[in-house]
C-alpha cells in the first residue's frame, strides 16, 4: 500500500519560514521524481517545485530564491524549506510521487500553510 504522509504545516507570520515533510511508503523511493504542490481556495492546484532522484530540482517563479526542495533517497522523504512567506503562500501543499518510467502517480492528503499576521 502507498503512502505519502505529509508533516510541517501550520500558521506562520509573513517573512516567516516552514519546512514540510512527506515521508513515502509502499514504492521504490528512488524510481520517482517527487514533487510539491498547492492548492489555495477557489484556485487550481500548482506546482511549487520537483525534484529527480538525481536531485535535479525545478520551481514554480513565485517561490524561487524562497523555497529549497531536496530529498533523502535514504529515508525515502522529501522536504521543501520554505523562507520568507508571503500571505499569497497560503494554501494546501500536496506531495507527489510520479514514476520516472511508467504512468503510475500518488498523492499525499496535504498539509495547511497559513501565512498571516
Known amino acids: 500500500q502507498v503512502q505519502l504522509v505529509e508533516s510541517g504545516g501550520g500558521l506562520v507570520q509573513p517573512g516567516g519560514s516552514l519546512r514540510l515533510s512527506c515521508a513515502a511508503s509502499?514504492?521504490?523511493?528512488?524510481?520517482?521524481?517527487m514533487g510539491w504542490y498547492r492548492q489555495a481556495p477557489g484556485e487550481q492546484r500548482e506546482a511549487v517545485a520537483t525534484?529527480?532522484?538525481?536531485?535535479?530540482?525545478t520551481y514554480a517563479d513565485s517561490v524561487k530564491g524562497r523555497f529549497t526542495i531536496s530529498r533523502d533517497n535514504a529515508q525515502n522523504t522529501v522536504y521543501l524549506q520554505m523562507n520568507s512567506l508571503k500571505p499569497e503562500d497560503t494554501a494546501v501543499y500536496y506531495c507527489?510521487?510520479?514514476?520516472?518510467?511508467?504512468?503510475?502517480?500518488?498523492w499525499g492528503q496535504g498539509t495547511q500553510v497559513t501565512v498571516s499576521s
Open positions: 509502499g514504492i521504490i523511493f528512488r524510481m520517482y521524481v
Open positions: 507527489d510521487a510520479k514514476h520516472s518510467f511508467v504512468i503510475r502517480d500518488y
Open positions: 525534484i529527480t532522484s538525481d536531485s535535479t530540482t
